[in-house]
């Protein structure tokens, strides 16, 4: 049992770049999110999905896409990268039910020049 | 999440010692609340929660205190290990949002032996 797992571990990028991190789960969760982790801060959503087909942005949506085609998969897109986007990214999945705790990946470092 | 700089809160503590680690939430409507430990090079691990209609929860070495009325929430770890040696963050969620979570910042638990 995997549980949540995200590629690449690590990722530079420059300027004007486009790229997207995969994040897949094997624990048939119906919620997936997106967090970016910054110096200093806690995690703030990127976007989230409740289910296949179903996205919607979270705190901080700006720069990047998200899709849900499948259960297991939520990649992230980012458009075109930014300096300010470098930051480590996590993916977390969860049942959809409110209280139900969150199991994350590993983390992307993502470096943007 | 509001940005507290770069500089994360401390708690150094001897080996052997209990911890305390403290989080202000924000919403006073929020009705779960999370603990996360993350270690360096990981993603955040599921500690321990704890329900609005609870003021106090004990699982294995930790306890989660909430006190609604001044919007705290504590960790108290028992007998600290160098283990346990990693950032803790809070997170608050809302349940009428589903499984979205607000993290708060976090403090670094340092254990000396």
Known sequence: NAGVTQTPKFQVLKTGQSMTLQCAQDMNHEYMSWYRQDPGMGLRLIHYSVGAGITDQGEVPNGYNVSRSTTEDFPLRLLSAAPSQTSVYFCASSYSRAGQPQHFGDGTRLSIL | ?113
């Open chain 2, 1 to 113: 999440g509001e940005s507290v700089g770069l500089h994360l809160p401390t708690l150094s503590v001897q080996e052997g010692d209990n911890s305390i680690i403290n989080c202000a939430y924000s919403n006073s409507a929020s009705d779960y609340f999370i603990w996360y430990k993350q270690e360096s090079g990981k993603g955040p691990q599921f500690i321990i929660d704890i329900r609005s209609n609870m003021d106090k929860r004990q699982g294995q070495r930790v306890t989660v205190l909430l006190n609604k009325t001044v919007k705290h929430l504590s960790l108290q770890i028992a007998a600290t290990q160098p283990g346990d040696s990693a950032v803790y963050f809070c997170a608050e969620s809302f349940s009428q949002y589903g499984n979205k979570l607000v993290f708060g910042a976090g403090t670094i638990l340092r254990v000396k032996s």
